[in-house]
């Protein structure tokens, strides 16, 4: 008797028809009629996108692209950070150290030295600021930086089989005390008050419509392109052997493949997700500080997630608009209520809507077929 043929399941499509169709939809909106409607519809109308509009959404869909990093990790492969704030930090100080030798003589002080710089009697720029005035140099650092320090940090943290809370215990940890150092004057990251007052980018103006626009469009591309690249990896091998390592790392290791090698790989790709955010980030609000290392920012990334739904790509991104635009609401009409609201959020959502907001749609879908 001859044996049975190993047949092997078919490769996922990347995105459905629907998904290709609401792909270039949403290519359409954040590269043509989002700039049309801010730069040419007049002001007056009803139709014209305001300058804040532009700055809203274009933070939020920076947080998006955090959300979506944090769905590849926990929804895709079970490991719950709540440190990815860190890595949005360091690739948002780079592009800050970058922005601030932009500005110049234009400073309070007319030195060649950042303004805190020189009110703290600094003589020369300390020698992690060597390439800040290199924009190339800045997008390899953007890259470079938190890929890095994830991959040092986890390489050392899977090795040791490190796991479940203690591991989200470990990486709160890490961006608390990251948070503490940066605080410090003499690390010359600007201690309390970060980085502000930008003023030019690649020798163009930041505070003008065009380039608040395309900022705006770069920032949606990055976000559509990590998207279609998430997509892509979860539908492959590589993300099969991910979602396995989910479910039952323990088979897992029996069936032949060492878990670290994988685990490894996704958490730094997730950290430089959030690091090219965090660049992103900086030039459309303005400012980068330690705040933005604070453990109650990486949970918050957690909850968009949780919000959206796990392990559906498209969920964490609708959770991220759903919170901050929420947030954005609730801070300027009840803002002594917002942080009530958002634990309410995210009890109701972990005792009622375990799959997210995606969950109850496909739920409500199906019911209605």
């Known amino acids: 008797?001859?044996?049975?043929?190993?047949?092997?399941?078919?490769?996922?499509?990347?995105?459905?028809?629907?998904?290709?169709?609401?792909f270039l939809v949403a290519l359409v909106l954040v590269c043509g009629v989002a700039p049309l409607l801010n730069l040419v519809v007049p002001q007056g109308s009803v139709f014209h996108m305001s300058d804040y509009?532009?700055?809203?959404?274009g933070k939020i869909m920076c947080y998006a692209i955090c959300a979506l990093a944090m769905d590849l990790i926990w929804g895709y492969t079970g490991i719950l950070s709540l440190g990815h704030g860190l890595f949005f930090a360091l690739g948002g100080y780079a592009m800050g150290m970058y922005l601030m030798r932009q500005i110049g003589r234009d400073?309070?002080?007319?030195?060649?030295?950042?303004d805190f710089m020189v009110f703290l009697d600094w003589k020369t720029l300390p020698w992690h600021w060597t390439f800040s005035d290199s924009f190339?140099?800045?997008?390899?650092?953007?890259?470079?930086?938190?890929?890095?320090?994830?991959?040092?940090?986890?390489?050392?943290?899977?090795?040791?089989?490190?796991?479940?809370?203690?591991?989200?215990?470990?990486?709160?940890?890490?961006?608390?005390?990251?948070?503490?150092?940066?605080?410090?004057?003499?690390?010359?990251f600007g201690g309390n008050n970060g980085f502000t007052d930008f003023k030019r980018i690649l020798g163009i103006a930041i505070a003008t419509p065009t380039m608040r626009m395309t900022l705006f469009v770069m920032t949606g591309l990055t976000l559509l392109g990590f998207f279609l690249f998430a997509r892509w990896l979860v539908a492959s091998k590589f993300g099969r052997v991910l979602q396995a390592i989910r479910d039952a790392e323990s088979r897992v290791m029996f069936s032949g493949y060492n878990p670290i090698g994988f685990k490894?790989?996704?958490?730094?790709?997730?950290?430089?997700?959030c690091g090219v955010?965090?660049?992103?980030?900086?030039?459309?609000?303005?400012?980068?500080?330690?705040?933005?290392?604070?453990?109650?920012?990486?949970i918050e990334i957690a909850i968009w997630a949780a919000v959206g739904g796990r392990a559906t790509l498209i969920g964490p991104?609708?959770?991220?608009?759903?919170?901050?635009?929420?947030?954005?609401?609730?801070?300027?009409?009840?803002?002594?209520?917002?942080?009530?609201?958002?634990?309410m959020l995210f009890i109701a959502v972990t005792l009622f809507l375990p799959n997210g907001v995606v969950g109850l749609a496909k739920k409500l879908m199906g019911k209605a077929s």
Do not use: H
């Not at 400073?107 to 950042?114: E, F, V």
């Not at 490894?264 to 997700?273: G, N, P, V």
């Not at 965090?278 to 980068?288: D, H, M, R, S, W």
């Open 277 to 298: 955010a965090g660049a992103l980030y900086v030039p459309q609000v303005g400012i980068i500080n330690p705040g933005e290392m604070s453990p109650a920012n990486s």
């Open 107 to 114: 400073g309070n002080y007319k030195s060649d030295l950042p």
């Open 317 to 343: 991104i609708i959770g991220a608009f759903i919170v901050n635009g929420a947030k954005s609401w609730l801070t300027v009409a009840a803002p002594e209520y917002w942080l009530y609201f958002l634990g």
């Open 136 to 188: 190339i140099a800045t997008c390899i650092l953007i890259v470079a930086v938190p890929g890095i320090v994830a991959f040092i940090f986890g390489y050392f943290a899977f090795r040791s089989r490190i796991k479940g809370v203690y591991f989200s215990i470990i990486t709160q940890a890490l961006t608390f005390a990251a948070m503490l150092l940066f605080f410090r004057n003499e690390t010359g």
């Open 264 to 273: 490894l790989t996704i958490w730094t790709i997730s950290a430089i997700m």
């Open 1 to 22: 008797m001859k044996p049975m043929p190993v047949v092997l399941p078919p490769r996922a499509r990347v995105m459905s028809p629907r998904g290709w169709t609401a």
């Open 53 to 57: 509009a532009v700055a809203l959404v």
